[in-house]
């Protein structure tokens, strides 16, 4: 994708996939990666920040011997993917507009 994810953007992406379901770590990085191109070494950072706003919760799981992270949405990520939603809705208006091409001359 060429145009960059931002910060709130990323945001509201894993929040949404959080939304249908808890998510193990690295699937949820690699689904993100995969559909944004976006590295996990920008993926983590941003759970982390949700995590510590009390948007996302974490719990282990038994996986093979070794233990698994999943992550979760609490209601405090739902009401900040409600705004997401919202925020993004009115951003991309706003772009559509200026990117329709009726009326150019191209």
């Known amino acids: 994708m060429a145009i960059q994810a931002a910060g709130l953007l ?6 949404s996939l959080l939304a249908r379901e808890d998510a193990y770590g ?3 990085t690699q689904r993100m990666k995969g559909q ?3 590295s996990e ?3 983590y950072p941003v759970m982390r ?3 510590m706003d009390e948007c996302l919760t974490t ?3 038994p996986h093979n ?3 698994r992270r999943y992550y979760r949405i609490t209601e405090r990520g739902l009401e ?3 705004n997401c939603v919202t925020d993004w809705t009115q951003f991309k208006q706003t772009v559509d507009g200026f990117l329709n091409m009726e009326g150019v001359g191209v």
């Open 41 to 43: 070494s920008t993926l």
């Open 59 to 61: 719990y282990d799981m």
């Open 10 to 15: 990323l945001d509201g992406c894993v929040l």
């Open 26 to 28: 690295y699937t949820l």
């Open 49 to 51: 920040r949700l995590q």
């Open 36 to 38: 944004l191109g976006v």
């Open 80 to 82: 900040r993917f409600r």
């Open 65 to 67: 011997g070794r233990n």
